[in-house]
């Protein structure tokens, strides 16, 4: 079966003004459903045909397949980005993510921070995540296609970092798209269903 392009959680004009019924047109209508048609494209026929996104990631990655791992690293990363923001905003982290993030970054306002220095000093363009470390959390970044999965770590959150993403909305803002993200859209809600499932997995 051909992987298919997951629809958006929400209306397409769901996050106006903050993002643009136009970039989630381009963004996920175009870049995204582009990248889902590469990947069946390239994979049809091959081992990779029958595996899982993360699987197959995680193997062309190992075979250095830059082809492969590109298309389906974007296709995971963007179908994380779209359940990493909600029209229902303005959310702060609650329950066992608020403590773990008090944990391992001080307070919301010293994560959100180191968030928004990391979104905003990757150079050209990627990704940044909260991720799981085994329970402990970070934030790391990630350049062009670049996925926490092919080092064992488990996203919660991402942030689509490349110009595609806010250049529409914003043109080259990047700092305020940042913003926008950490203090309007970001679904902490999602984040902490996440954060629970691997609690419960562990
Ligand atoms: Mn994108």
Known sequence: ??????????AK?????????????????RHHAGYIKKLNKLIEGTAF??????????RADELKDSSVFNN???????ELFWNSLTPS????????????????????????????????????????WLVSDDGRLRIIATGNAGTPLVNGLE??????????????DVQNDRGKYVDTFLNELVDWSAAGERFERLRKAA
């Open 13 to 29: 004009d769901a996050l106006e003004p903050l993002m643009s019924s136009k970039t989630l047109e381009y963004h996920h209508g």
């Open 49 to 58: 045909a029958k595996m899982t996104l993360p699987d197959i990631i995680v």
């Open 89 to 128: 905003g303005k959310q702060k982290p609650e329950g066992s993510l608020a403590s773990a993030i008090r944990r391992d970054f001080g307070s919301v306002d010293e994560f959100e921070e180191e968030f928004r220095v990391s979104a905003t000093g990757l150079f050209g363009s990627g990704w940044v």
């Open 72 to 78: 389906a690293a974007q296709a995971f990363n963007h």
């Open 1 to 10: 079966m051909p992987f298919e392009l997951p629809e958006l959680p929400y």
């Open 155 to 168: 996203p919660l959150l991402t942030l689509d970092v490349w110009e595609h993403a806010y250049y529409l």
